[in-house]
């Protein structure tokens, strides 16, 4: 839970950190461009009118006037209300001549002759200031209103979703990306690790077994059984290890086919009684009457373990010994088959009980001493999406259900 | 053929499980066993012997094993040799690669030492279609002779049936171990054995009735109860 709390943090971090940066950029670079946009219309036309003065019904432009325009490379000219020009200054050759009414209509807001050009009206007539072809592009937006108010109340909040979606699935991407490469090298690095140990387990577990069979030396044959047992605990946990991160991160390669549930459990059980040679646990074996040929599509190699584990799981808490019974039935109510492994010995706490039936894996560590063999158990049943319960068997003892 | 007269050879790159196999096997009664530390000695020593039984191990320094018994299986050296792959490797790939190969078995690190034993041997009987049959089995006063079939107790000599000799034979070749009621099945009837434990009873109160002093409690040849059944050691 932990793990998963921190992974939230990072990810909402890394959004909030994607997000911050996307908008300071697009902001810095629009402020930019902003400011390095010139104004197109250099000169205002009131400064524009003020210096043009009337002297007996002519019009002039002062020098300060003039120059203002030619540095801004502009002409300008007044048409009266019949379409003469009444004045004009730089004013294009081509230009020089009667406007109709349409030919005002028809540069009021866009070109004059190519010639980008703006209009004001004053009382001296129609105020014309262009520029030169091709310095200007001009654009008119006309739009519906009632687009307009869809857009913003309807559209708008789209594309701010989409927006914050994309957003969001960027760093989501990335993060899990970056798991998953993670995941991938854990898996890998445990199963070497796995594969690096199996040499000297051999070793150890080899020569430990050879010595724990002379018997003219008791205590050390003794010793050296008890160095064997450990060796192949060791071996049992770097499986489950192995096991539980392939499971994890779905990298084994764990092909199901139609298993004999009976024949497969009996094998197991009897590789357990076989391996094992303590005589202080018993084992009662049973398959419900017509239940010998059920089958079920599982992964042999799970199986076996997940089986392996429960029994395993009632003889190491249990080492003054124990019965285990192992048993095969069928819940008429539901229609499924039960495999259920329990033991007569300790048992376990309430608590503990409650944390195995959580539906998430609980970790190895809150598990305490039942660890990372429950946690597989767990991890295989609901790779098979089997149903699974573990509850106190009687006044004592363990008891673990699981529903094919 | 004597079952530990055959020459073995064991390729390890480990020396001390080298040493430590070996002197499994020695103890056991093998007594013709080579080693060979790299692909390169053992391409040289299986070119040259004549060996009835191989040891591979699958991660070499100068190569791998499944390469190495290609190259040999192209060779013609071992085709009628069986084949052991002996790894560290346990998943179901490596496994199935290398049976898949033509090896007669796959047995990953760590193994008891025990079961090593016990598999070699079953590779062997399979191979050379050796069995127990060349032992006799004594069971308290009884003797039985798997050669002729016959079960001798105080003075009167009863015959077994093919069947319940099979079952004597996977019994005793699995001493003192469960042999489940599905491997006892289906060594008796390999072509489908399903639904047929019924028969499996009748087969084991008959060999019962001639193997033991009180067939109705019997001391050697016990059930398993839901499991199978077990030649006492």
Excluded at chain 1, 336 to 361: Q, Y
Aim: glycine share 8%; with cysteine; aromatic share 8%.
């Amino acid at each position: 839970m932990k793990r998963k709390g921190r992974n939230i943090a990072h990810f909402v971090l890394l959004l909030v950190l994607t997000a911050g940066i996307l908008v300071a950029c697009n902001g810095a670079i629009f402020l930019y461009m902003m400011g390095q946009w010139k104004n197109v219309m250099p000169v205002s036309e009131a400064q524009l009118m003020n210096s043009i003065y009337e002297n007996k019904g002519k019009y002039f432009i002062t020098d300060e006037g003039r120059v203002v325009l030619e540095q801004a490379d502009l002409f300008a000219m007044i048409i009266d209300n019949d379409g003469n020009i009444i004045w004009s200054e730089r004013l294009p050759e081509n230009l020089k001549h009667e406007y109709t009414l349409q030919d005002v209509a028809r540069f009021t807001r866009y070109y004059l002759d190519d010639y980008p050009v703006r209009t004001y009206v004053t009382e001296k007539g129609l105020l014309v200031i262009g520029g030169a072809r091709d310095s200007v592009w001009k654009y008119t937006l006309e739009y519906d209103m009632g687009q307009i108010r869809a857009m913003l109340f309807q559209q708008l909040p789209i594309l701010f979703l989409m927006n914050a979606l994309v957003l969001f699935l960027i760093p989501l991407f990335i993060q899990r990306n970056w798991a998953l490469k993670k995941e991938a090298e854990r898996t890998e690095w445990i199963a070497g690790v796995s594969h690096d140990i199996r040499t000297p387990l051999t070793l150890i577990i080899g020569n430990a077994d050879s010595i724990s069979r002379q018997p003219e030396d008791k205590e050390n044959a003794e010793r050296a059984r008890l160095i064997s047992k450990q060796g192949l605990k060791i071996c049992s946990l770097i499986a489950n290890l192995n096991t539980s991160s392939k499971l994890d991160y779905g990298m084994g390669c764990y092909e199901k086919k139609r298993l004999s549930v009976a024949a497969s459990l009996r094998e197991v059980v009897a590789d357990i009684i076989n391996r094992n040679s303590d005589e202080q646990y018993e084992f009662d074996f049973k398959i419900e009457e017509g239940l010998g040929d059920v089958t079920v599509k599982a992964n042999e190699e799970l199986f076996s373990r997940m089986i392996e584990n429960l029994i395993g799981n009632s003889i190491r808490h249990n080492p003054e010994g124990c019965i285990i019974h192992i048993f095969l039935g069928k819940i008429e109510k539901k229609k499924k088959h039960v495999i259920c492994i329990s033991d007569d010995g300790v048992g376990a706490e309430n608590k503990l009980f409650r944390k195995l039936n959580r539906k998430h894996h609980a970790s190895a560590e809150k598990l305490g001493e039942h660890g990372i063999g429950l946690r597989v158990v767990k991890q295989i049943v609901s790779y098979h999406s089997w149903g699974i319960h573990f509850e106190q068997n009687g006044n004592s003892g363990f008891k673990t259900q699981i529903f094919l | 053929m004597n079952l530990f007269n055959i020459n073995i050879l064991l390729v390890d790159d480990e020396p001390e499980l080298l040493s430590m196999v070996k002197e499994l096997l020695s103890r056991e009664g093998f007594y013709n066993i080579d080693i060979a530390s790299n692909c390169r000695d053992a391409t040289a020593r299986i070119s040259k012997g004549s060996w009835q039984l191989v040891l591979l191990d699958v991660m070499l320094p100068d190569g791998n094993g499944f390469e190495l018994y290609e190259k040999m299986m192209n060779m013609g050296l071992v085709t009628d040799v069986p084949v052991i792959f002996l790894s560290a490797r346990d998943e179901d790939v490596a496994r199935l690669k290398g049976l898949g190969l033509g090896a007669d078995d796959y047995i990953t690190k760590p193994f008891l030492p025990e079961e090593l034993l016990l598999r070699i041997k079953a590779v062997l009987r399979r191979a050379y279609r050796l069995s127990a049959e060349d032992q006799n089995l004594v069971l308290g006063d009884t003797a039985i002779s798997f050669a002729s079939g016959e079960v001798i107790r105080g003075g009167s000599t009863q015959m077994l049936t093919a069947k319940e000799h099979a079952i004597l034979l996977k019994l005793s070749e699995n001493r003192g171990r469960i042999v489940t009621i599905d491997s006892l099945c289906s060594a008796l009837w390999p072509d489908g054995s399903f639904g047929l434990e019924s028969s499996l009873i009748v087969h084991i109160r008959h060999l019962r009735e001639k193997i033991e002093e009180d067939p109705s409690n019997p001391r050697y040849l016990v059930t398993v109860r839901g499991l199978g059944y077990k030649l006492v050691k």
